[in-house]
Each structure stands twice: as structure tokens, then as C-alpha cells.
């Protein structure tokens, strides 16, 4: 079996150790996971070209299967890219991001401002990290962490985005 020998990583790490190792390309969000300012924004923005690339030539089982396979992909890549860079939850690593908001997009309307609201609640959910969600990252140290964590914001982001919806139905039907 042939050893791969990655570069020397810095507390942020190049374009160099992303394209070093195929998990590290993907939980770096092919490369956008090293830009300096708000990878995790920038990773979950990039959910929305490949949310509709897919769902363009996917059925809807299909692409909801294409998601969930993401997450569990998710898991090798960013325990692999976090035992090698030594810290479990680098911010560069996006895969989570991209994962989670792909999710959210697949049960919204594909409407703008739904699209807008479903960002926002999503990125204020993984950035305050509301209980559990805090609980989670600091408490399951490895990629099933890194992703769940992620996800369990999606669901906080769905939950809102469903309540908004049914109190604008009950609106409606006033």
C-alpha cells in the first residue's frame, strides 16, 4: 500500500493541502473552505449551484438520496481532513455548510424570498449554535460531529421556515 505524504500544514492551511488529499478537496468545499473571510458563509452559498445543478437532472428521490449520501461522504471527509490538519472542526471546512443548506433548499419553495429567509436562519443557527447544537460540536469530536451539527441547524432552519409558513397560511384563511 503506497503512503501519501501531505504537506505541512499552517493553522491555515492552501490550496496546496486541499488539493493534497480528494477528502480534503471536498471538506474544503473545492478550495473555497481557504478563503480568509467567512468560509462557512461562502460554503454554504455554494449549496445553492449545486443544489440546482443536481436537482436539474435528478428526480426528487434521487436527489434527496444524492443529499444524504453528501452527509455521509461528509463524515470520512472531514474526520480525514481533521486528523490532518489536527483540529477536529477547522472553520475552512465546509463540507458540512454545503451538505446541511442542500438540504433546507430541497424542502423550501424554490422561491427567492424563502430562499433568502432559509439562508439567513440557517447561517444564524450554525453560528450561534443554540443548545443542542453547541452541545454536539463540543461533544462528538470527529466528522459524524462535524456534520451532525450542521445538520441539526438545518432543522432549526426548517422548523422556522415552517411555522412561518403555517402562520401565513392561517393568515390567509383569516
Known amino acids: 500500500m503506497d503512503t501519501i505524504i501531505l504537506p505541512k500544514v499552517s493553522n491555515q492551511p492552501t490550496l496546496r493541502f486541499v488539493f493534497s488529499h480528494p477528502a480534503h478537496f471536498f471538506a474544503f468545499g473545492f478550495g473555497v473552505g481557504v478563503v480568509p473571510f467567512a468560509p462557512g458563509t461562502l ?13 436539474a437532472v435528478m428526480t426528487d428521490p434521487l436527489l434527496l438520496a444524492s443529499i444524504g449520501f453528501s452527509f455521509v461522504a461528509g463524515i470520512w471527509f472531514c474526520d480525514v481532513t481533521g486528523r490532518h490538519l489536527g483540529v477536529h472542526d477547522h472553520g475552512g ?38 443548545s443542542p447544537i453547541r452541545h454536539l460540536d463540543k461533544g462528538i469530536r470527529n466528522g459524524f460531529g462535524v456534520m451532525l451539527d450542521d445538520l441539526v441547524a438545518a432543522f432549526y432552519a426548517l422548523l422556522c421556515l415552517a411555522a412561518w409558513q403555517r402562520i401565513l397560511e392561517w393568515a390567509g384563511a383569516s
Do not use: N
Not at 98 to 118: C, D, G, K, R
Open 43 to 55: 460554503g454554504t452559498l455554494l449549496g445553492f449551484p449545486l443544489f440546482y445543478g443536481l436537482s
Open 93 to 130: 471546512m465546509v463540507w458540512d455548510e454545503i451538505a446541511a443548506f442542500m438540504l433546507v433548499l430541497f424542502f423550501i419553495p424554490p422561491e427567492p424570498l424563502w430562499q433568502a429567509f432559509a439562508f439567513l436562519l440557517f447561517r444564524l443557527f450554525d453560528i450561534l449554535k443554540p
